[in-house]
């Protein structure tokens, strides 16, 4: 199994970026999805999560300016981030509780994609 992120880049401060996450390989099914940050010299971060019955949660620094959202039939989750602060700038895992076709349930991580906000 491997998740595969995408969408990161360098955007001016006021604007958006969309991230995606894509799940491939063994899976029986997906459980929890999610987005976390990490910035430098910081720990890593919950930015937002998503229950495979579309349920979410936020971090209170993105609420009202990040959404989660995913696509069971294309097994990828998304982060909309709009209204982009330089505090913002991190490095985003994407993360999936995932049960394989072999009824193993693990977290899975992807590689982390690189947002910079500019001010």
């Known amino acids: 199994v491997q998740l595969q992120a995408s969408g990161g880049g360098l955007v001016q401060a006021g604007g958006s970026l969309r991230l995606s996450c894509a799940a491939s390989?063994?899976?029986?099914?997906?459980?929890?999805m999610g987005w976390y940050r990490q910035a430098p010299g910081k720990q890593r971060e919950l930015v937002a999560t998503?229950?495979?019955?579309?349920?979410?949660n936020y971090a209170d620094s993105v609420l009202g300016r990040f959404t989660i959202s995913r696509d069971n039939a294309k097994n990828t989750v998304y982060l909309q981030m709009n209204s982009l602060k330089p505090e913002d700038t991190a490095v985003y895992y994407c993360?999936?509780?995932?049960?394989?076709?072999?009824?193993?349930?693990?977290?899975?991580w992807g590689q982390g994609t690189l947002v910079t906000v500019s001010s």
């Open positions: 390989g063994s899976i029986f099914s997906i459980n929890g």
């Open positions: 998503i229950t495979s019955n579309g349920n979410t």
């Open positions: 993360n999936a509780d995932i049960t394989t076709d072999w009824a193993l349930r693990t977290d899975y």
